[in-house]
């Protein structure tokens, strides 16, 4: 048996085989190629051999996802019939003597950067269609199995790190567990394991590539792995698994309960979610509402700039479905660690200080005024609260909500339907917000107390940066003080406080955070029952 310890993000335990996650790395070369014909029919075979991939990628998702979706491959097939793309690349290999990767490497970019300079939105978008046709040819000529990333049994999926991007494209019908050699327990990524739940380790620094199939044993409990357990240890750990379960089972009796303490003070506990196929976790745990909709997921799973339709379809879906329980949908948040090829963010030294959030919002205000509009539609069906990110000052949040009022009297014009009253309320989540909380909560109908980036920023601690942990302390007496200063902020001027930072979901915290005054509590799904049996135990009159 063999052991590697790792550091906890999501307890509980996961048993099967071991599958090392191994996204592919391009090393092309730039020397000159001996043949440059045989080059030109690697280059058509590969051709050919991606459009029949993208055929059935269509006709999957012709059947999986509909005509909208699929449309995507059928749009690829047909670039790969382009003539100035495919010349490009011919040009490569016949004048400059490049082999077919380089040429694919170059001619592809070429293009792709060629569409993201165009002013359409429609043709910058085409870039990432680009980008990704280019892995697909470098794949097939370097003999990339793709199809096998994540294996084809379940599995406890290893990996360097997974991108937020990544982790939502994961199948998680495949995995039993999650992984990582690298990762920070507040990053995104950490987040979506948590909101998966899944049995999830990172820093796990010594998983050695021989144990790829190997049995295994992921023990959350005690942040290990172990390779080819003895008998006696599987015994143990499939007792405990198997408890773990019933566990689970209890807590389901807590449904339709509300989550009131001994001494009657009652809280709200919703869900945090990333889109539409969370649904069914916030119905199944029997939260009261959905504190935060991070909308940032409807972009990270798109292709393309979701249109506004495409977006208030996603919004509808989940408002109404809900309805009438408040979703609280917070605008696109992308930046920092959540990259997107197709908006074309320029690389940046710092880029959790840097041009993301509400700062992208406000300064592509087309883009910004596409989601408040598919927002506002969607209030229509159901009980929708809108929220703003990365706040720090007054004038942003008055900024917000003209281009708000500007995009209601649009739809007013249009004779759109759109909610007469919708809650509009701030993250923060930033210090310059604790401390101009009082002005600020006269500007909105409620605040959410994001602790993921508080901390990051007052402790100034990259939540990113995995070699940080050891100087990590999620219960910092100063961000436990930004959260009260801004719990008794809102209160002064009569609006409601809510945390939805992963903190909310700490259950060492939950006595402190109803002794502050805290109104709401919007966690991962899974959490929503566990904290209403600590809430039910809990007296404030001691
Ligand atoms: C936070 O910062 O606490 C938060 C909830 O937002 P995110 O984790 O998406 O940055
Ligand atoms: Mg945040």
């Known amino acids: 048996m063999q052991v590697a310890t790792g550091t906890k993000i999501v307890n509980g335990i996961a048993i099967g085989k071991l599958h090392i996650y191994k996204a592919p790395v391009y090393e092309i070369s730039e020397a000159q190629a001996e043949d ?39 749009a690829h097939e047909l670039m790969l019939d382009d003539d100035d793309l495919i010349d490009g690349c011919k040009a490569i290999m016949t004048e400059q003597k490049k082999g077919a990767e380089y040429a694919v490497r170059e001619g592809f970019d070429n293009v792709a950067q060629m569409f993201s300079e165009m002013d359409d939105p429609y043709f910058q978008a085409r ?14 000529l370097m003999g990339n199995d793709t199809d096998s990333l994540q294996g084809t049994e379940p599995s406890i999926l290893v990996a360097e790190d997974f991108t937020p991007s990544e982790t939502v494209k994961l199948d998680k019908s495949l995995m039993l567990g999650m992984i990582t050699r690298e990762g920070s327990s507040n990053s995104h990524t950490a987040i979506l394991a948590r909101s998966m739940n899944l049995p999830t380790l990172i820093q796990c ?3 050695s590539d021989d144990w790829e199939g190997k049995f295994a044993i992921l023990d959350g409990y005690n942040s290990c792995l172990y390779i080819e357990p003895t008998p006696d240890l599987i015994e143990t750990l499939t007792n405990k698994h198997n408890e773990d379960l019933k ?21 709200r ?24 909709f991070r909308s940032e997921f409807v972009y990270l799973n798109s292709k393309e700039d979701p249109s506004e339709e495409e977006q208030f379809q996603a919004y509808k879906r989940v408002v109404e479905t809900l309805a009438p329980k408040l979703v609280v949908i917070r605008t696109c948040d992308i930046g920092a660690d959540k990259t997107i090829d197709y908006m074309n963010l320029d690389k940046e030294e710092n880029p959790a200080l840097g041009y993301r959030a509400i700062r992208i919002c406000l300064t592509r205000k087309d883009f910004f005024k596409r989601q408040l509009r598919a927002l506002l539609r969607a209030s229509a069906y159901g ?16 900024e917000c909500k003209e281009i708000l009022a500007e995009c209601r009297r649009e739809l007013a014009n249009e004779g759109v339907k759109v909610a007469d009253k919708i809650e509009v309320g ?4 930033t210090p310059a917000a604790v401390l101009c909380a009082d002005e600020l909560a006269q500007e909105v109908d409620f605040f959410s107390l994001g602790t993921n980036d508080l901390t990051q920023y007052t402790c100034a601690l990259d939540r990113q940066n995995a070699k940080l942990e050891p100087f990590s302390d999620t219960h910092h007496p100063a961000v436990l003080r930004a959260i009260q200063m801004t719990i008794e902020a809102g209160h002064r001027h009569g609006i409601w406080v809510g945390i939805c930072g992963e903190l909310g979901a700490d259950q060492t915290l939950t006595e402190t955070f109803l002794r502050m005054g805290v109104d709401e509590l919007s966690v991962n799904a899974k959490s929503v029952l566990p904290l209403r049996k600590i809430i039910r135990s809990i007296d404030l009159s001691k």
Do not use: C, W
């Open 205 to 207: 620094k010594d998983i």
């Open 383 to 398: 009980n929708l609260g809108i929220m703003f990110p990365m706040i720090i000052s007054l004038r942003e949040v008055r």
């Open 127 to 140: 870039s990432a269609d680009i980008i990704d046709l280019k892995n697909a040819m470098l794949d097939v």
């Open 36 to 74: 440059p014909i045989q080059e030109l029919n690697r280059f058509e075979q590969a051709r050919v051999k991606v459009q029949e991939q993208q055929h059935a990628l269509y006709e999957k998702a012709l059947k999986t996802a509909g005509e909208e979706s699929a449309g995507i491959f059928e």
């Open 426 to 429: 701030i993250m923060v989540e």
């Open 269 to 292: 506990v919703y869900a945090n979610i990333g889109g539409p196929s969370d649904i069914g976790a916030v119905q199944a745990n029997d939260a009261e509402g959905v504190g935060l």
């Open 247 to 267: 566990k689970e089972a209890l807590l389901q009796e807590l449904k339709g309960k509300s989550n009131t303490t001994i001494d009657g003070r009652t809280i």
